[in-house]
């Protein structure tokens, strides 16, 4: 079982910056062949991949949407995961959610455990 939160969301104006971080909890060792992925949900659409990371590797991966723009690490020992997400835009208003899963997490399908999902609002 693993629980995830996130934070760090919140009201930034375009083009401004901001960094969402997602927090692990499991009751032993988090598994180094799983990884961490973030997706977002605007609002009246579906859920999106936005980007992943693999434990072991620190392998990433990134939509187009937002590849070259948000960059994703990750921490093994401290369990946190973090997005930092530069040069915001309108259409980046969404729901944020982390979620984990097997080897790289890049579909909603693949993800096992999800967090509750940050607010992030681009608006001048």
């Known amino acids: 079982q693993e629980q995830l939160q996130e934070s760090g969301g919140g009201l930034v104006q375009p083009g401004g910056s901001l960094s969402l971080s997602c927090v692990c909890s499991?009751?032993?060792?988090?598994?180094?062949?799983?990884?961490v992925g973030w997706f977002r949900q605007p609002p009246g659409k579906e859920r999106e991949f936005v980007g992943s990371?693999?434990?072991?590797?620190?392998?990433?991966l990134y939509s187009d949407s937002v590849k070259g723009r948000f960059t994703i690490s990750r921490n093994y020992h401290e369990k946190t995961v973090s997005l930092q997400m530069n040069n915001l835009k309108p259409e980046d208003t969404a729901v944020y959610y982390c979620?984990?899963?097997?080897?790289?997490?890049?579909?909603?399908?693949?993800?096992?455990?999800w967090g509750q999902g940050t607010q992030v609002t681009v608006s001048s």
């Open positions: 979620a984990s899963g097997p080897a790289q997490v890049t579909t909603v399908r693949g993800a096992k455990y």
């Open positions: 499991t009751s032993g060792r988090i598994l180094s062949s799983w990884g």
């Open positions: 990371v693999r434990w072991s590797s620190g392998t990433t």
